[in-house]
């Protein structure tokens, strides 16, 4: 049985890694920055918003936190699985389109490594890039020459994790994670102008990541009264270069003359991680309903980025494309009786909402801010458990089109008791 879970565990893992490349966005908006972010919540927390710093329990791993690690069961292996599907409404003016996604998410587990140290291993996404549209517009004041541009884009980043978490003192416990941080993205420009005596040009963008992520947690927890404990989190994610060169194709085209020009351009060391801090809490009362609270800060803004300027035909880093990121989140899970005997009194009801603002400018302009609301359960199968979740996001701007999705996230849980003695009477 054991054999069989693990290599279970393991063809997950290398299953995710491989797909991790397969985008679960269709979003425009994902060809900005480092693509659109994943919020890195696993199927437990997934119907709570995501929330995670102040999260502790034996029989769940929370990655975005790695001091929960020492949480750990020193009987059993936990592992984690996870799908999502996602419908997607774009609205801009009169224009209205839909879009259907779905991927594998991610694969982790977590295990005892000794007393009060716990660890952790998975992959999980960073980010995804992945859309195709088309736009047409005037040229200057031209009342007949127009310009249409085709704009495609596939990839994503990903991080394979192997962290620890290790309760160092009574109510006290750090951990880390050590993540190998990869991917790729390729993206497409295609301008052609309506007179065929201009050129066609084709802009080829592309960037390969391989690089290290590092972030680390601490956690408290105190009873407050008999009925009530209190959990307070904090996390941290070094920023740093990622040492990506990002390269630029320009290919111009005549048809006329049937002449075509390519010029080739690298920045390098193009690409950086943003240092992230978060913080957040729980309030566990009487074993039954928990309510906590998350806000994190990433500081994109003190990094560039590879833009090129079409009149003067450079690519070159530049400032003022990033902007800080905050997010808010708040969460709630109910189980109505964990020594009930009834179905619905031991399963898991949770609710969550959250607000981002976004990490990009758009033209100068303020990119998306994204709202979400999220509800799911977990239904208990002898020690593991099935975690069915619901998402409602918009992400929004002024300027730019409005984006509604619907996501169902499913994973499943698995609680094994690999490490309990066997007794024979």
Known sequence: MKKRIFATLLTGILTVSAMAQVSSTLSPYSQYGLGTLSEQSLSFNRGMGGLAYGLRNSHAVNM??????SAVDSLTMLIDMGVSGQYTHFTEGSKKVNANTGTFDYAVASFRLMRHVGLAVGVVPYSNIGYNYKRTEAVGNSQ????????????????????????????????????????????????????????????????????????????????????DVLTLGLTAGIGHKLGAGADLQVINANSMTGTTTTTTITVPDAFALPTTVGFGGTVLHKRSLMAGLDYTYQRWSALDYPAFNAQAGTYTMTGGYYQDRHKVTGGVDWQPNPMGRKLYQVMHYRFGVSYATPYYKIMGQDGPKEFSVSAGFAVPISRSSLNISGQWVRSSSKSFLTEDSFRINIGLTFNERWFAKWKVD
């Not at 975005?64 to 690690?69: D, E, H, K, L, R």
């Not at 052609?192 to 391989?210: A, G, H, I, K, L």
Request: hydrophobic share 30%; proline share 2%; net charge neutral.
């Open 144 to 227: 007949s020459m127009t310009s249409t541009e085709v704009h495609e884009g596939s990839g994503g980043l990903s991080q394979l994790f192997l962290g620890a978490g290790w309760q160092f003192a009574k109510g006290f416990s750090v951990g880390a994670n050590l993540s190998y941080f990869w991917g790729r993205y390729d993206k497409t420009v295609v301008t052609t102008p309506s007179d065929s005596y201009v050129n066609t040009m084709t802009r080829n963008y592309s960037t390969s990541v391989s690089s290290y992520k590092i972030d680390l947690g601490l956690q408290w927890q105190t009873d407050l009264n008999k009925n």
């Open 64 to 69: 975005q936190n790695p001091a929960s690690y």
